[in-house]
């Protein structure tokens, strides 16, 4: 089992960047497929940004573009960089893993709130 913390989460304008970090403990991230998800007020939860444990990403198709995720082995961190903040943006962001690239995403952080206003 690993737990993950998210932060970085804040309220921000239009137009700004917001880089959000999630470390994990418990196991390391290394050979973790992980991503990031957002809920927006009203919403459903919807995938973000993923990489592999080969280190190849993948993007919802609002985001790509604007928002880079990346992963730090050594620290057992995965940061999501958003640029060009949209008040579109604005939800709740969680981080999740999965023990293999083939599985589903299993352990969820507690997610980090993002606001962009406009």
């Known amino acids: 089992q690993v737990q993950l913390v998210e932060s970085g989460g804040g309220l921000v304008q239009a137009g700004d960047s917001l880089r959000l970090s999630c470390a994990a403990s418990g196991r390391t991230f290394s050979s973790n497929k992980v991503g990031w998800f957002r809920r927006a007020p009203g919403k459903e939860r919807e995938f973000v940004a993923g990489?592999?444990?080969?280190?190849?990403?993948y993007y919802a198709d609002s985001v790509k573009g604007r928002f880079t995720i990346s992963k730090d082995n050594a620290k057992n961190m995965v940061y999501l960089q958003m640029n060009r903040l949209t008040p579109e943006d604005t939800a709740v962001y969680y981080c999740a893993a999965a023990t293999t690239d083939s599985r589903a995403y299993e352990n969820w952080g507690q997610g980090t709130q993002v606001t962009v206003s406009s």
């Open positions: 990489i592999l444990s080969s280190g190849n990403t």
